[in-house]
Nanobody
Framework: QIQVVESGGGLVQPGGSLRLSCAAS????????MGWFRQAPGQEREFVAFISGSGGLTNYADSVKGRFPISRDNAKNTVYLQMNSLKPEDTAVYYC???????????????WGPGTQVTVSS
């Protein structure tokens, strides 16, 4: 019903910024809660942020709140994660997922992209 693909990852210095994009196809994007998760080397996958179908509700992990605003443009079938003030500990593969209900838990999201690598290093 929906397919998602992430883009925008890369290498950035500490304090820098990146904007990740999640492009969706298939069912109308507004029907889905969209979430970002990340997985660092040797660590478990963790929740980063989600945004409701209309964009009216957002939720953030404490580690990124105030730094990584999430947004969506349903007309463009795209969700964004603007990553500012990046830290080395933000280094991870970032995944975009789609869900029918809002949650912080990985198993709530039934559709996933392949991920995009973000590396924060000097």
């Amino acid at each position: 019903q929906i397919q998602v693909v992430e883009s925008g990852g890369g290498l950035v210095q500490p304090g820098g910024s990146l904007r990740l994009s999640c492009a969706a196809s298939g069912r109308t994007l507004s029907a889905y809660v969209m979430g970002w998760f990340r997985q660092a080397p040797g660590q478990e996958r963790e929740f980063v942020a989600f945004i409701s179908g209309s964009g009216g509700l957002t939720n953030y992990a404490d580690s990124v709140k105030g730094r990584f605003p999430i947004s969506r443009d349903n007309a463009k079938n795209t969700v964004y994660l603007q990553m500012n003030s990046l830290k080395p500990e933000d280094t991870a593969v970032y995944y975009c997922g789609a869900a029918l209900v809002a949650a912080r838990t990985e198993n709530t999201y039934g559709y996933w992209g392949p991920g995009t690598q973000v590396t924060v290093s000097s």
